[in-house]
């Protein structure tokens, strides 16, 4: 039984080793989307100011 017991604790220890790991990811993934996130509101902030000066500009009669 003290075997099992051994088995046990060493196969619990690789397991909170391995949450550990994916914990990391996770939070070093969400990092990544979060910016991706803030890269694209830049985006497409830009992109509406060009297409609203791009629309004044058509509408604007040629001089």
């Known amino acids: 039984m003290h075997a099992e017991q051994i088995k046990f604790a ?3 220890e690789e397991l909170k080793t391995h949450i550990s790991q ?3 990811i996770v939070q070093e993934r969400t990092r990544e989307l979060n910016d ?3 890269n694209l509101k830049h985006s497409n902030t830009d992109l509406v100011r ?3 000066a791009s629309s004044h ?3 604007e009669p040629i001089r």
């Open 10 to 12: 060493k196969i619990q």
């Open 22 to 24: 994916l914990e990391r």
């Open 36 to 38: 991706a996130v803030e």
């Open 50 to 52: 060009f297409a609203y």
């Open 57 to 59: 500009d058509l509408r």
